[in-house]
């Protein structure tokens, strides 16, 4: 018997439902129709194209975990499965979608008013409109109760002042959660795009997330009325809750990168023949692929585990910080492992090993480092918190 997918090794499929497996399969298509015949060349150029967001919305992926507003009301390990198939296409779409769902609606669903989320819910479930998350600054990234975004009362409203870094969506979106500090402690707001005073500026030049836009925020003086204000956000724990949700998704979505890469390092070794047969038959190479093919079975597992944890309602924050730090880096190793074995391809486009390396360098920093994850689970086993 020869184990056609490295899931399975262990029969990771057999812990899902027949409707979880219908959706992975489902999204699993998707990607392999819509993105993986174009995503090389959007990594190269350094695009996104905003028009898949009207697929994905049909799809019905973005806030597919949310209740009502067009929404699909998956279960949580369904939209882990999700989450999985898109990174096993690129980083870039599931940190879209993550964004989307996870940060942009999930801060509205959670903390807005009726009216905000029948404004902007619907459309945003439909990929109409497309949502960003500002809560990082140039200088407040891991810390960011010390955000100098300020939100200051003028009489019926309020003037924001301040800028938002690294904003997954930022140039792109038509609306922004915005997170500011007032004398009240921290709260969020709903900033449109056109809004005096809120520009947006695209990075370039970056190595990493390529197929992805990034950008910065500028407030100067917004002015906004009231009723931007997300009412139900009190406090640095709503934007970090909404964070939570996005994590969750990557606990998922790291491990189809880990599988997209030792798959093509699996094909690969299959059909490269030296010393007159193929590499897979080598000792060296078995070894990479069977350390591998461990190593991803293990992250599989840690995330449908989660998974049933969260749909049960009993996830604790210490356990996504599990999750994302091992998930993580166990990904990134796979994806470096899996380039050896393609040799002199695996450094072009051609093949998907490298390009995942590059993707989950930043996803091994972005909402929350390997270092911040490392601490939160310290201080769940010790009762003592070593940030200051």
């Known amino acids: 018997m020869t184990v056609t997918d490295p899931l399975e090794l262990l029969d990771i499929a057999g812990l899902l439902s027949d409707e979880e497996r219908q959706i992975q399969e489902t999204v699993g298509r998707f ?35 949310l209740e009502g507003y067009g929404c699909a009301g998956t279960s949580a390990t369904a939209y882990g499965l999700a989450c999985l198939e898109l990174e096993a296409g690129d980083s870039g779409l599931r940190s879209f979608v993550s964004v989307q769902g996870s940060l942009a609606m999930f801060s509205i669903w959670k903390y807005g008013s009726e009216e905000q989320k029948l404004e902007w819910l619907p459309r945003m479930a439909a990929g109409e409109a497309i949502g960003c998350f500002g809560l990082t600054e140039p200088d407040f990234g891991s810390d960011p109760a010390n955000m100098r975004t300020r939100a200051v009362r003028d009489g019926d409203d309020w003037i924001l ?43 370039k030049q970056k190595l990493s997330l390529r197929a992805s836009i990034t950008g910065e925020l500028i407030l100067d003086e917004v002015r906004l009325p009231d009723t931007a204000r997300l009412p139900g956000a009190r406090g640095l724990g709503a934007p970090l809750s909404c964070l939570n949700e996005a994590r969750f998704g990557i606990i998922f979505g790291a491990t189809g990168a880990a599988r997209d890469c030792l798959r093509t390092a699996l094909d690969y070794a299959g059909s490269r023949v030296q010393f007159d047969r193929p590499i897979a038959a080598f000792q060296l190479t078995q070894e990479k692929l069977a350390n591998m093919a461990v190593d991803l079975n293990t992250a599989a597992l840690l995330a449908v585990h989660l998974g049933r944890l969260k749909d049960a309602g009993t996830l604790k924050p210490h356990q996504v910080s599990v999750g994302k730090l091992n998930n993580v880096r166990k990904a990134l190793a796979i994806a470096r492992e899996c380039r050896t074995i393609l040799g002199g391809s695996g450094i072009t486009l051609e093949y998907s090993p490298l ?14 480092t390997s270092e911040i994850h490392t601490l939160v689970i310290g201080q769940a086993l010790t009762g003592h918190s070593a940030y200051r």
């Open 31 to 65: 990607v392999t129709d819509h993105v993986r015949p174009h995503v090389a060349d959007w990594f190269e150029e350094g695009t996104f194209p905003r028009e898949i967001a009207l697929e994905l919305g049909k799809l019905g992926v973005l806030g597919m975990h």
């Open 161 to 203: 002042t301040g800028a938002k870094m690294w904003i997954t969506n930022g140039s792109i979106a038509d609306i922004a959660t915005v997170w500011a500090q007032t004398e009240d402690g921290i709260r969020g707001f709903l900033v449109p795009r056109g809004t005096p005073g809120f520009t947006t500026r695209t990075i």
């Open 355 to 368: 390009r995942h390396a590059n993707n989950l360098e930043s996803v091994l920093t972005y909402e929350g």
